[in-house]
């Protein structure tokens, strides 16, 4: 059994393919259905199906940590923890989906192993193409989540201003982008101490998502003689050697 789980989450068979999509599939609905019940009261069905989430994501915990080979050392990645608090979050009917929203961690961390990224590629010429700049948007746009997440669950109990997650992710842009209208502002020190994280590291982020976009583009090709991977779209000669390349392209359509 712990053979196959292992297989399905590093192997490189269609299977495990499919499976790591499955997973990312179902992280994006996690994430959509924490947002969409921000804007409903809370009902028996939600508490239900929050229930649901925890069992789901317990289950995929457990077998994720039997796949590994050090499972002790899965508890040194700040995703593992952030999926032990979503897990409590959802099985606490009480509580909502709470502290949910850190699930996205998990989301962050299965976009960045090697297995789907390099699937991506082979999948997708237009990933293969934008490959940084979809890296630094899906960096950015967790950081807008998470934060948002943070704000919500932090102030919608005592802040009117702030009622469901357009009003916190409203919030969170404008103090990301250091516009300020001032419509909505955050209550007490811990408030004041949030709108800083989110300046400094959300104007870092933003503008390496800018780099990303106005440098110019190159593609992934490993040099047969120095092994440097990235190349300008129209290189000849490896820059770092002068090896002659062979660069594939898409064709012409």
Same mark, same amino acid.
């Given at each position: 059994?712990?053979?196959?789980?292992? *297989?399905?989450?590093?192997?490189?068979? +269609?299977?495990?393919?499919?499976?790591?999509?499955?997973?990312?599939? &179902?992280?994006?609905?996690?994430?959509? &259905?924490?947002?969409?019940?921000?804007?409903?009261?809370?009902?028996?069905?939600?508490?239900?199906?929050?229930? /649901?989430?925890?069992?789901?994501?317990?289950?995929?915990?457990?077998?994720?940590?039997?796949?590994?080979?050090?499972?002790?050392?899965?508890?040194?990645?700040?995703?593992?923890?952030?999926?032990?608090?979503?897990?409590?979050?959802? *099985?606490?009917?009480?509580?909502?989906?709470?502290?949910?929203?850190?699930?996205?961690?998990?989301? *962050?961390?299965?976009?960045?192993?090697?297995? *789907?990224?390099? +699937?991506?590629?082979?999948?997708?010429?237009?990933?293969?193409?934008?490959?940084?700049?979809?890296?630094?948007?899906?960096?950015?746009?967790?950081?807008?989540?998470?934060?948002?997440?943070?704000?919500?669950?932090?102030?919608?109990?005592?802040?009117? /201003?702030?009622?469901?997650?357009?009003?916190?992710?409203? &919030?969170?842009?404008?103090?990301?982008?250091?516009?300020?209208?001032?419509?909505?502002?955050?209550?007490?020190?811990?408030?004041?101490?949030?709108?800083?994280?989110?300046?400094?590291?959300?104007?870092?982020?933003?503008?390496?998502?800018?780099?990303?976009?106005?440098?110019?583009?190159?593609?992934? &090709?490993?040099?047969?003689?120095?092994?440097?991977?990235?190349?300008?779209?129209?290189?000849?000669?490896?820059? /770092?050697?002068?090896?002659?390349?062979?660069?594939?392209?898409?064709?012409?359509?």
């Amino acid at each position: 059994m712990r053979e196959t789980l292992r *297989l399905l989450y590093y192997g490189r068979s +269609r299977a495990a393919h499919r499976f790591r999509y499955a997973l990312l599939a &179902f992280d994006i609905l996690t994430i959509l &259905f924490i947002v969409g019940t921000s804007f409903v009261p809370r009902e028996p069905w939600i508490e239900w199906v929050d229930v /649901a989430f925890g069992v789901l994501i317990l289950i995929e915990f457990v077998t994720r940590i039997a796949a590994t080979e050090k499972p002790l050392k899965e508890f040194t990645h700040p995703s593992t923890w952030a999926d032990m608090v979503a897990i409590g979050s959802f *099985l606490a009917p009480v509580a909502g989906e709470g502290l949910g929203f850190l699930r996205i961690l998990r989301t *962050l961390r299965l976009l960045h192993t090697y297995q *789907l990224v390099s +699937r991506l590629r082979a999948d997708s010429s237009f990933f293969r193409r934008n490959e940084e700049t979809i890296i630094a948007l899906v960096n950015l746009a967790v950081f807008l989540f998470i934060m948002t997440g943070v704000v919500y669950e932090t102030q919608h109990w005592r802040n009117p /201003a702030i009622t469901n997650y357009v009003d916190a992710l409203y &919030f969170t842009v404008t103090a990301l982008t250091t516009t300020g209208f001032g419509d909505i502002t955050l209550e007490g020190s811990m408030g004041r101490l949030t709108a800083v994280i989110i300046m400094i590291f959300g104007v870092t982020l933003f503008l390496r998502l800018l780099q990303t976009l106005l440098r110019p583009r190159k593609v992934r &090709f490993s040099c047969p003689s120095c092994g440097l991977q990235r190349h300008e779209s129209d290189a000849v000669y490896c820059k /770092a050697c002068g090896e002659k390349l062979n660069i594939p392209d898409e064709g012409r359509y």
